[in-house]
């Protein structure tokens, strides 16, 4: 997709169509009472035959206007005036977008962003266009025979007027950015695990490292982690023939000696559970469980994009949990990169046994922060559904941030707590720790478990595993938290 901005009145535009808003309970945006007036007040028309009531995510497709060089209009709804909300903002968006999809239209002018929406500015408003649209109409194709697209949509322009020009122009730039970070992810995330392997992830880490001058990609072996003693990862991959690799990229855009923020990506590019074997419903979406990993990458290319003023190191584990002669046991313990020992009772607590190692290899780039991100547990699932990711800490100001961060991203978490309480339920009777925590709290537990590789630096960890991707009709990644970290990386570029 081409996206623009265009500050041209509107009689001057080429385009097959015209997205403008109406509201439930007030007079249409400016731009639909334009086009009203050029069109013999066709819109005021189609309102009070009642085709339209403005309602939030309603849309009427005007295909034909008379006596005009405007193609067609698209009206929608936008709800009541006074309380559109960043988030009514964006669902009118999705709305505009889905219609539009099976439409011949390839070329559309948007002039939503001249409504007012609470607490946002040109650039959010901008900026989202971009993203909303490029979300609604990513599909994907790579593994069909027929990769025709379902939709025809080619152009974007946002309507913008002069004296915001500069504000506009960012939030394209950062648009365009996080929503390609957001589709490259989902691209990722949707590959089956047969061609998705870690050796797979490693090859598309290198490659953004060949695309960006900033970017430097280091790739860690099994050998390379055998020197590093990482006992932890070691022992899930030894079940599987697909050799694990420890993914390693280095964005310098900050001062050379200024200290990087490090974000840490699951990449289990299948997780069958291991000896622990899940059962066979659903275990397809377990190819999903590398889409931490996906998401460190999207999240680079976006912030390599912007072309941020950061020291950025991505970190991605990645690794098949597969049963085999060779896979680890329930019992057996072993001896994590920190020295610390490791009960494992369950194998298909896989993801904290890569993470922790990783965390503890984390400590050798000095970090001002490190965040993880990872479908960790199906317990968050069950705390909070599909709609916050959730989200967990050693550091209040650094969980602040990105509880900030999501909010202007609209891509949300929510805070679980981490009282040492909960560590208790880590305790093994044969080693240090054990890798499960029985069946209470298992979100929380889960990240006590990372907490203690994660002693010496602020910290938080990010449970996508209910919002790194869509089950049942829908079923497809989402690209999610790819928003709300870019934001949390603006936020730190912006002091
Ligand atoms: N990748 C899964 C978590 C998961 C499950 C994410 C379902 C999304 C949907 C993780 O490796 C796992 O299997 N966790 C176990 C932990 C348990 C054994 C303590 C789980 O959640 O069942
Ligand atoms: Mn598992
Ligand atoms: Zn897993």
Redesign the pocket.
């Known amino acids: 997709m081409d996206y623009s901005i265009e500050t041209a009145p509107l009689k001057e535009l080429q385009c097959d169509c015209i997205i403008v808003g109406v509201y439930q309970d007030s007079p249409v945006c400016s731009s639909a009472s334009t086009l009203n007036d050029s069109t013999q007040g066709l819109i005021s028309k189609i309102i009070n035959r009642g085709d339209i009531s403005g309602k939030n995510g309603e849309t009427v497709l005007i295909n034909s206007i008379p006596d005009s060089t405007i193609e067609r209009i698209l009206l929608v709804g936008l709800g009541e005036k006074a309380t559109l909300s960043g988030k009514n903002y964006r669902k009118a968006l999705f709305a505009a977008a889905n219609a539009l999809k099976k439409t011949p239209i390839k070329s559309v002018v948007c002039c939503l962003a001249e409504c007012d929406v609470q607490g946002y500015d040109w650039q959010w408003k901008t900026r989202s266009c971009i993203e909303v649209f490029n979300d609604a109409l990513y599909q994907f194709t790579q593994c069909k025979s027929d990769q025709t697209r379902e939709s025809k949509l080619e152009k974007l322009s946002v309507i913008v007027p002069d004296h915001e020009l500069a504000s506009a122009q960012m939030g394209l730039a950062q648009g365009r950015a996080i929503a390609e970070g957001v589709a490259y992810t989902k691209r990722l995330a949707d590959l089956p695990a047969n061609i998705c392997t870690p050796s797979y992830l490693a090859e598309q880490a290198v490659g953004l490292g060949n695309k960006y001058r900033k970017v430097d990609v280091t790739i860690l072996e099994e050998s390379d982690m055998q020197d590093l003693s990482m006992g932890s990862f070691l022992a899930v991959s030894r079940g599987s023939r697909q050799p694990a690799k420890l993914i390693s990229l280095n964005y310098q855009g900050g001062e050379k000696n200024a200290k990087p923020i490090v974000l840490i990506g699951k990449g289990?590019t299948f997780?069958a559970?291991g000896i622990s074997l899940k059962t066979a419903a659903g275990m397809d979406e377990?190819k999903y469980?590398m889409c931490g990993g996906a998401a460190v990458l999207g999240t680079l290319f976006a912030a390599a994009e912007m072309d941020l003023p950061l020291n950025i190191i991505g970190l991605i584990p990645a690794s098949e949990n597969m049963p085999d002669g060779d896979a680890n046991k329930p019992g057996d313990i072993l001896t994590s990169m920190s020295g610390k020992t490791i009960e494992i009772l369950?194998t298909?607590?896989?993801?904290r046994l890569i993470l922790c190692d990783t965390l503890t290899y984390a400590e050798r780039f000095n970090p001002d922060v490190v965040i993880d991100l990872a479908?960790?547990?199906?317990?968050c699932?069950v705390a909070l559904g599909r709609v916050p990711s959730g989200l967990l800490g050693n550091d209040d100001l650094l969980c602040n941030d990105l509880l900030a961060a999501s909010e202007t991203a609209n891509d949300s978490v929510w805070r679980l707590p981490l009282w040492e309480e909960y560590q208790e339920q880590l305790k093994s009777n044969f080693a240090d720790l054990a890798n499960?925590g029985g069946k209470d709290a298992?979100t929380i537990t889960a990240a006590c478990f990372l907490s203690q590789f994660a002693e010496n630096f602020r910290w938080a960890h990010l449970d996508i595993?209910g919002t790194a991707w869509r089950t049942g009709q829908a079923k497809g990644a989402t690209g999610r938290p790819v928003p709300l970290l870019s934001q949390y990386l603006i936020n730190r570029a912006n002091g």
């Open positions: 289990l997780d559970g377990m469980d369950n298909d607590a896989e993801g479908t960790l547990t199906g317990a699932l499960v298992g595993a």
